[in-house]
């Protein structure tokens, strides 16, 4: 029980941090690639506001994520020290 404990927490630490890595990624390279896309096609007109997204949905059930695994394995701790 205790090591599924462990395991469970730190799995939800690392997808929580994997979802928050991924959209920090992908944030940051679609406005450089709508800006080579407009290079491309040479039509229209370019505005990195059109290629801006938001993922507060995603953030915020990543940092939950990171928040219930960290919080399970300090209550793991606290129980096994006991």
């Known amino acids: ?6 395991i469970m927490s730190s799995v939800e630490m690392v997808v929580g941090a994997l979802i928050l890595c ?8 679609l406005p450089v690639l709508g800006r080579v896309a407009y290079q ?7 505005s990195s506001m059109d290629y801006k997204t938001s993922f ?3 953030n915020t ?6 928040i219930v695994g ?4 300090v209550l793991a701790i ?3 020290n006991k």
Do not use: D, H, P, R
């Open 1 to 6: 029980m205790k090591q599924s404990v462990y």
């Open 22 to 29: 991924i959209t920090s990624i992908i944030k940051n390279v």
């Open 40 to 46: 491309a096609a040479a039509a229209g007109s370019y």
């Open 56 to 58: 507060a949905f995603a």
């Open 61 to 66: 059930i990543a940092v939950l994520l990171i």
């Open 70 to 73: 960290v919080g399970q394995m």
């Open 78 to 80: 606290i129980k096994n």
